[in-house]
């Protein structure tokens, strides 16, 4: 089973900046044949898919985020990023890598706060 370690979230300021962090792992697990996806939960909210890429490198973005967030990865390294520029106090929440499908096993998320 793959499993994902997210890192990279913060305190930030509206308008500011963020960089996160998925590393997977797992037995035989590849990048290369695994579509994936950044989720997010917001406080009392459900989690809800912001950004995904496809095992081509299509990317693709929820409404909310189109603009400002960028999906990539490093097949190399199994890790998926999320740039998050010009950040907004509505993108708060819990931030998780899953493959898309999602599957059953989610990491703890990295908390992402914008307050001024």
């Known amino acids: 089973q793959v499993q994902f370690v997210e890192s990279g979230g913060g305190l930030v300021q509206p308008g500011g900046s963020l960089r996160l962090s998925c590393a997977a792992s797992?037995?035989?697990?590849?990048?290369?044949?695994?579509?994936l996806g950044w989720y997010r939960q917001p406080p009392g909210q459900q989690r809800e898919l912001v950004a995904g890429i496809t095992i081509a490198g299509t990317t693709s973005y929820a409404d909310s985020v189109k603009g400002r967030f960028t999906i990539s990865r490093d097949i190399a390294k199994n890790t998926v990023y999320l740039q998050m520029n010009s950040l907004k106090p509505e993108d708060t929440a819990v931030y998780y890598c899953?493959?898309?499908?999602?599957?059953?096993?989610w990491g703890q998320g990295t908390q992402v706060t914008v307050s001024s």
């Open positions: 899953n493959s898309r499908p999602p599957g059953p096993n």
């Open positions: 797992g037995s035989l697990f590849s990048m290369s044949y695994l579509g």
